[in-house]
């Protein structure tokens, strides 16, 4: 049997169990960081460094990797693809907790046995991961204290989304929505008789996490994903106030990369470009708020301030 399948198989299972979640839940409040592979970590260095400015520093999880910090709190994880043979770049996507060893024990009390331990990192943070329905591994960080001060330079600090591939929208609202609590925020599409995208906030903050559709009932057929596909849809958002300012900044400083598109209105009413590194994971840089109204469904949450 495929090993995919047996993995999905067993988080089903495990999520069929954990729908009945115990109250209180530590509080879930924001993006943590993305994690990805690339096939040259120099290059990718120039990139995170140069066209974005995150300050770079060492990954207390992988001494072969590094982090790109957009703020004390907030950075992309980029680890040397090596051997890895698989398509997608997404190593974990990872969210930020107030109690990380309070959120493991609530979640094995709510049947979930997938998470790991917690951990602390060197800097004093505590993690720990786990999978979602589809097996894509999930971590949550507990911050070390102190401010989540700005990088100086940076052309943004502040996360505000990521997305990254999704097949079946309802499995995965067991575990993000019925389980973990995040809280609709916005959908769209290019059609109107289909669905690309779900946005939903987290419990206890207003960062989001989006689905990107494929297969049945979006516009990226299976047969679409490949390698430049997964680089698109898996990704990071970085808010900026005013996105004629960013992408000007970019431009007279000579740091737009090689790969870029934009600056387009979205669907969902913000200004938004994208930038990609040299392995086609894209970032995106989008304007907080609105500034028309969104297609497709209105927002019923509030949107992040910066």
């Known amino acids: 049997m495929n090993v995919r399948i047996v993995m999905l198989a ?45 300050r770079r520093g060492a990954d207390p999880e992988h001494a072969d990797g590094a982090r790109y910090y957009f ?54 943070e505590l993690w720990f991961a786990t999978r979602d329905a589809e097996g894509n591994e999930v971590q949550f960080v507990q911050p070390a204290a102190g401010p989540d001060t700005p990088v100086a330079g940076a052309i943004s600090g502040r996360i505000i989304h990521l997305g990254y591939a999704v097949h079946d929208r309802a499995r995965q609202d067991g575990f993000y929505r019925q389980l973990l609590g995040f809280r609709p925020y916005w959908f769209g599409a290019f059609k109107p008789d289909k669905v ?60 737009l990369g090689a790969r870029h598109d934009g600056p387009q209105m979205g669907l969902d009413g913000k200004w938004q470009a994208n930038l990609y590194d040299p392995d086609g994971t894209r970032i995106e840089l989008m304007e907080f708020q609105p500034v028309t109204k969104p297609c497709c469904s209105p927002f019923t949450a509030e949107s992040p301030t910066g």
């Open 196 to 255: 690309d995208w779900v946005s939903q906030q987290v419990p206890d903050g207003r960062d989001w996490l989006e689905y990107m559709m494929v297969g049945a009932g979006s516009d990226v057929t299976l047969d679409k994903v490949d390698a430049r596909q997964l680089g698109v849809l898996n990704h990071l958002s970085l808010g900026v106030r005013n996105m004629q300012a960013a992408v000007t900044t970019l431009y007279r400083e000579d740091r």
């Open 10 to 54: 067993a988080a089903a299972v495990t999520l069929l169990g954990a729908t009945a979640a115990p109250a209180p839940r530590p509080a879930i409040t924001g993006i943590s960081h993305l994690a990805i592979y690339a096939s040259d970590m120099a290059k990718a260095d120039h990139f995170y460094t140069h066209v974005l400015g995150a």
């Open 71 to 124: 703020s004390a709190r907030q950075f992309v994880e980029v680890l040397p693809a090596s051997a890895r043979t698989s398509p997608s770049r997404l190593a974990h996507v990872a969210y930020t907790t107030v109690d990380a060893r309070g959120l493991r024990a609530w979640l094995g009390r709510a049947g979930m046995s997938t998470a790991g331990a917690v951990q602390r990192g060197a800097g004093g």
